[in-house]
C-alpha cells in the first residue's frame, strides 16, 4: 500500500500498537478517535483506532468498527445506489458487473414479482434442508424467510429507509475490526489493510463490502457479499452465509488457509492456500491453483487432517445411507478466526 494511502487512513505502519501500549503506562492509555492520542511516546506517530478505551494490565484490544471507528471522518460520504453503481462501473474492473448486480437485485427495491420468486426459493431450501435434517440452516433460512415476508406485508410507508450505501477512502488500520453492519453496502474506493482480524458482514446475505483495490488482514471471517477488485492476501480466511452469499476477488488469493461453508468463491486470478476446504457451495478459479489439497477440499478425511480435532465434530446427515457420521467444522471454527488464532492442528 502506497504511503498517502497510510496517511489517508491516520496510521503510520512501523509502530505496532503493542509498541503504542508497551510505551505508555497502560492505567493512563486512551486510544481513540477524537478522546485524545498517543502521540509524544512515539516521536510523534499518531494511532486513532477507534472508542475510547482505558487501558489496564491483560487489556485485550476490541474489535473497532469500519469504517466508524476508523480516523477517516469526514472523508466518508453517504451516497445513493446510482451513485454507488455509477463508482462500482467506472473502477470495479473484473469484478464490477457481480458487484453491480447484487447491489441492484437485492438492495433497491424489489418489485412484487421478484419478492414472490424469492420467497418460492426460500421455500424449496426450507424442505430441502427439513428432509436432509440441517436444523443450522433451517433456522437461518426460515428467519430469513419471515423477515422478507413480513417487509412485503407492510404498507409502503412503513418500510424500512432505502438502503444506504457509504464510499470510505483506502485505509490501513491497527488492531481488530469489522464491518458497519448499519450501512448496506460499504465501498472502499482504494487499498484496506489490516494489521488484525477483520470481520466483514455476517451470515445473512443483507450487507456487501466493496473493495476497490486490494486487502490484506491477518484473519478474515466474512459473510454475504464480500468483492475485491484486485488482490486478497490473510493467513486464515473463512467465508459463511445462508448459502447465495459471494466472494468474488478480480485478482489472486493468497492465504495459509481457507475455509468456505456456506459462499460461492470467485477467483480470476491464481489461488495459493497450504490448506483448504469446502463444505457447502464452490470454489472457483480462473488462474493456476497452488493448494496440494484442492481436489479433496470437500472431504471429511482431509479436514481432519489439517483442522484443530477442537474445532470438529460430528454430523450424522449420511447417517441415513449406512455411513458412519463424518466430523466436518464446527461453530467453534469462525470464533477461533474472529478471536485471530489458528484454525489448524500444527504449525506451519
Known amino acids: 500500500m502506497s504511503d498517502s494511502a497510510r496517511s489517508i487512513a491516520g496510521v503510520v505502519r512501523t509502530p505496532t500498537i503493542h509498541d503504542a501500549v508497551d510505551a505508555v503506562d497502560p492505567r493512563h492509555a486512551w486510544i481513540g478517535a477524537g478522546h485524545g492520542t498517543i502521540s509524544e511516546e512515539l516521536h510523534g506517530t499518531c494511532l486513532r483506532l477507534?472508542?475510547?478505551?482505558?487501558?489496564?494490565?491483560?487489556?485485550t484490544p476490541p474489535m473497532y468498527v469500519f469504517p466508524d471507528d476508523s480516523p477517516l471522518g469526514p472523508e466518508c460520504r453517504s451516497?445513493?445506489?446510482e451513485a454507488a453503481t455509477a463508482l462500482v462501473r467506472l473502477k470495479g474492473g473484473p469484478i464490477a458487473d457481480d458487484a453491480i448486480s447484487v447491489i441492484e437485485d437485492w438492495f433497491e427495491p424489489s418489485s412484487p414479482a421478484t419478492t414472490a420468486s424469492l420467497l418460492a426459493e426460500l421455500d424449496e431450501r426450507i424442505e430441502l434442508y427439513r428432509n436432509e435434517g440441517d436444523q443450522a440452516l433451517l433456522r437461518t433460512t426460515l428467519?430469513?424467510?419471515?423477515?422478507?415476508?413480513?417487509?412485503?406485508?407492510q404498507p409502503s410507508d412503513d418500510r424500512e429507509s432505502p438502503s444506504s450505501y457509504k464510499v470510505v477512502p483506502a485505509a490501513s488500520l491497527v488492531g481488530d475490526w469489522r464491518s458497519d453492519w448499519e450501512t448496506d453496502c460499504v465501498i472502499v474506493d482504494g487499498d484496506l489493510s489490516v494489521e488484525g482480524t477483520l470481520v466483514l458482514n455476517d451470515l445473512g446475505e443483507m450487507r456487501c463490502v466493496i473493495v476497490l483495490g486490494s486487502l490484506s488482514a491477518r484473519n478474515l471471517d466474512c459473510g454475504g457479499y464480500v468483492?475485491?477488485?484486485d488482490d486478497l492476501v490473510c493467513?486464515?480466511?473463512h467465508a459463511c452465509s445462508l448459502n447465495d452469499g459471494i466472494l468474488a476477488v478480480g485478482g489472486d488469493l493468497t492465504v495459509q488457509t481457507f475455509l468456505e461453508t456456506g459462499t460461492y468463491t470467485q477467483v480470476a486470478g491464481h489461488l495459493s492456500a497450504s490448506y483448504l476446504g469446502s463444505t457447502h457451495n464452490s470454489i472457483e478459479v480462473e488462474g493456476k491453483v497452488n493448494c496440494p489439497g484442492f481436489e479433496r477440499r470437500s472431504d471429511s478425511d482431509y479436514l481432519c487432517e489439517w483442522i484443530d480435532?477442537?474445532?470438529?465434530?460430528?454430523?450424522?446427515?449420511?447417517?441415513?445411507w449406512g455411513c458412519e457420521p463424518q466430523l466436518y467444522p464446527s461453530d467453534d471454527y469462525p470464533e477461533r478466526i474472529r478471536a485471530g488464532g489458528s484454525p489448524m492442528k500444527f504449525r506451519l
Request: charge should be negative.
Open 227 to 229: 468483492f475485491v477488485r
Open 309 to 320: 480435532p477442537a474445532l470438529l465434530e460430528a454430523h450424522d446427515s449420511d447417517s441415513g
Open 50 to 59: 477507534g472508542p475510547k478505551i482505558g487501558a489496564s494490565p491483560g487489556w
Open 79 to 81: 451516497v445513493s445506489g
Open 235 to 237: 493467513e486464515h480466511l
Open 143 to 153: 428467519k430469513a424467510r419471515a423477515m422478507i415476508a413480513a417487509s412485503a406485508d
